[in-house]
């Protein structure tokens, strides 16, 4: 497929095309609590063993071929998710949100719809639904976590196998004129805004994550990205897909760390690209560096959830229990706060955690700073670069949008068991990347 060709944009704006990450309902580790205190813990070097009851269905190795969807979209301005690079030729002046000072172009969330096997284009904004997308052939993936790049566009974890690119943008789509308009509109296999679908044959595949990729002042936008992914058979692998193409670029084996069925539950990426994963229960934590594909891993020191890297370039596990990783001097600090599924920073020091009350953490302390009290029960956190705070009620069908400050809730309804909690906007991955330039 040939790779994505982009107009020029005189200003590159911040967009935050929100993307949700979905989760796992059976596989749930609500956690029960544990110590009272921040607790300090060296981490041990074995295989880890993850909990969980869920069961899905698959078998089989990889399958390397992109299909469904033509990469060549053009024209239209991209975004700069929060990371503000200098401008130069081709009059990029980087900006907007997420630190950059300026308003976004646009504001999506992506939020999957496990029960239907499809994904849902939400504006932060007007709090409408403006698309809806099957995410793999047969409709039955079972799709869960999101990710989105630097330039908006979403790619989406089946569970069942396979990940699915998305453009957030019509003027970006192979065919504008066949893609979806709402969450009445579900266009047949593919929408022509898919930009491509790689299977996989993995009996579980949840997270997936973007590489930041090299920012090109001639386009404005980011060349090279990439999407860190992983599944797991009787072993767990990493995978790293070209994003323009869908191709598989490296599978790394990940030796010693049993699968457990789930595999690896959650992933992001440090300011490096490299792909940081952890394990549902008290499993492990895994490193796969970008530069080298070496594989480096930890045992976590308390049993995890949700996952998240931090603007300081913390990992963090989240449950009832939050535990934050120094990749620096490889320790642990730990300590009970009455989280539940997913969480991410807000990039000003307050790490939210999934539940009902919503819980903010100081990332620093550790201690709980707020907690907000919700509608209904939310299993997954992501943050829009307006710094709402965002968070799918999987067992009511809604998601709420929260203003911290305020203390407000605007909900949004009609989603199809909404189990997602990774990086639905964008906002983690710039966040985790910081100023580029």
């Not at 009851?53 to 990889?62: C, D, P, Q, R, Y």
């Not at 952890?278 to 594989?295: A, K, T, Y």
């Not at 307050?350 to 100081?362: E, K």
Request: with cysteine.
């Amino acid at each position: 497929m040939n790779p994505l060709l982009m107009g020029r944009s005189k200003n590159l704006l911040l967009v935050s095309a929100m993307a949700v990450a979905c989760g796992d309902p059976g596989g749930r580790d609500d956690g029960s609590g544990g110590g009272t205190g921040i607790t300090t813990v060296n981490p041990t070097m074995s295989g880890g063993s993850g909990e969980g009851t869920e069961s899905n269905e698959g078998s089989g190795a990889v399958d390397g071929t992109a299909t469904a969807g033509t990469d060549d979209g053009n024209n239209g301005t991209k975004f700069d998710l929060g990371v503000s690079p200098d401008g130069g030729a081709g009059g990029c002046d980087g900006g907007g949100g997420g630190g950059g000072g300026g308003a976004p172009d646009f504001s999506y969330i992506w939020i999957a719809n496990s029960a239907e096997g499809t994904v849902s284009k939400i504006d932060t904004q007007t709090m409408v639904e403006l698309g809806r997308y099957i995410v793999r052939p047969d409709a039955n993936g079972n799709p869960s976590r999101t990710s989105v790049n630097l330039n908006g566009d979403m790619v989406i974890a089946n569970r069942s196998g396979g990940i699915t690119k998305i453009y957030a943008r019509a003027e970006d789509c192979p065919d504008p004129a066949n893609t979806s308009t709402g969450p009445g509109d579900v266009k047949p296999w593919p929408d022509g805004c898919v930009a491509w679908h790689t299977p996989m044959a993995y009996a579980s595949q949840r997270p997936v994550a973007w590489t930041q990729g090299t920012f090109n002042n001639a386009t404005c936008r980011y060349d090279d990205t990439k999407v860190w992914t992983s599944g797991a058979n009787a072993t767990i692998d990493v995978i790293l897909v070209d994003g323009e193409t869908g191709m598989i670029e490296q599978t790394v084996p990940i030796p010693g760390v049993a699968p457990n069925f789930y595999g690896i539950y959650g992933g992001a990426v440090d300011a490096a690209g490299n792909f940081w994963g952890s394990q549902l229960g008290q499993g492990q934590l895994i490193r796969v560096r970008l530069n080298d594909f070496s594989v480096s891993t930890w045992g976590m020191a308390t049993s995890g959830y949700g996952m998240t890297v931090d603007h300081q370039g913390n990992v963090w596990t989240c449950s009832s229990n939050v535990a934050r990783f120094d990749p620096a001097t490889e320790t642990w600090m730990t300590n009970s706060v009455g989280g539940s599924g997913g969480c991410m920073e807000d990039g000003q020091g307050t790490l939210w955690m999934a539940n009902d009350p919503m819980v903010g953490v100081d990332i620093n302390t550790l201690q709980v700073v707020q907690t907000i009290d919700l509608p209904n029960y939310v299993h997954g956190i992501s943050i829009d670069f307006y710094g709402y705070v965002w968070g799918p009620a999987i067992y009511n069908n809604e998601a709420y949008r929260v203003d911290p400050v305020a203390g407000t809730i605007d909900t949004i309804t009609g989603l199809n068991f909404p189990y997602t909690y990774s990086d639905m906007t964008g906002f983690a991955l710039s966040n985790a990347t910081g100023p580029i330039g």
